[in-house]
């Protein structure tokens, strides 16, 4: 029941949150303030109505325009919302395994909790990294380094909280996040060098370096392979998807957005990453 319940609140409060990252995403790109003024269309600027603000169901009701001026109002909103929402309901119904059935003890539950609150700031970072890398090609770095310090600080809390007799102290937990953090980000400056050596330009920009470090840092490093490749792969899909395609232009100036692609593979890594990981390492025989 209380499954159930918290589960229920989780997907109202990813509707909530999701609707205030839209404002988020559309406000920090042209640098304006998320507190002042009230949400307005942003082609006509006529301030919304209460209930315009409701997210979802304005969308439905208003079939996706703008009342007055008729503007088409991006999928984007609605897609953040229910984005946000889905992860939200997968964080808490996992998270709060642990009240009906008492599949795993008593002890472990604060870090259950604390790690099902965690993946849920995490996955809404996420969805904004990858939304403002796939409109403005943009990672900021007021995202990306207070990331990197939240996953090192839930990180260390589950794991001390999770395993009383876990043989690291918690400077030693901590350090050790850190070798990760520094891994991960070089190796994508090790890929920035290269690229840089045989074509003189810019390939993945420092933003994507801190993204890795910050999937790092909650991930470890498996989780953080595990996303990488993932980014890899589906990045490499749509640049063939967009050259193949009938009417491509200016396909050779075009810049991919690999953030975004890898974003979405550190989504997968954090609600998947433990079982797909697993059932490889059965395949390959370890
Ligand atoms: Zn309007």
Redesign the pocket.
């Known amino acids: 029941m209380l499954r159930i319940l918290g589960t229920t609140f989780a997907a109202l409060l990813g509707l909530a949150f999701g609707s205030f990252l839209n404002v988020c995403l559309s406000r920090w790109p042209a640098n304006e303030s998320i507190v002042a003024p009230h949400s307005h ?1 942003r ?2 600027h ?1 301030t919304l109505l209460w209930w315009e603000n409701i997210p979802l169901f304005s969308w439905l009701a208003l079939r996706g325009r ?1 009342r ?2 008729r ?1 088409l109002i991006g999928l984007r909103y609605t897609l953040v919302e229910v984005s946000v929402s889905t992860l939200w309901v997968l964080c808490a119904w996992r998270a709060l395994s642990v009240f009906p059935e008492q599949t795993v003890t008593i002890s472990y539950t604060p870090a259950f909790l604390l790690s099902g609150l965690g993946t849920a700031i995490f996955l809404w970072m996420l969805i904004a990294l990858a939304v403002l890398d796939a409109e403005n090609l943009w990672l900021p770095d007021f995202l990306t380094i207070p990331g990197i310090i939240l996953g090192l600080l839930f990180r260390t809390g589950a794991k001390i909280l999770g395993n009383p007799y876990y043989k690291l102290p918690p400077l030693g937990v901590i350090l050790l996040n850190l070798e990760y953090i520094a891994a991960a980000a070089a190796l994508i400056l090790l890929i920035r060098g290269i690229y840089w050596l045989i074509r003189r330009q810019e390939g993945i920009g420092l933003g994507d370096a801190k993204l890795m470090a910050m999937l790092a840092a909650w991930l470890g490093l498996p989780g953080t392979i595990l996303a990488f490749f993932l980014g890899v792969v589906l990045g490499a899909l749509v640049a063939v998807a967009i050259i193949v395609a009938p009417n491509a232009k200016r396909t050779a100036s075009m810049k991919l957005p690999f953030g975004t692609f890898l974003c979405i593979g550190g989504i997968v890594s954090a609600l998947w990453g433990q079982s797909i990981l697993a059932s490889y390492l059965a395949w390959a025989g370890f």
Request: charged letters at 10%; proline letters at 0%; a positive charge.
């Open positions: 269309c082609t006509c006529r703008c007055t001026c503007a």
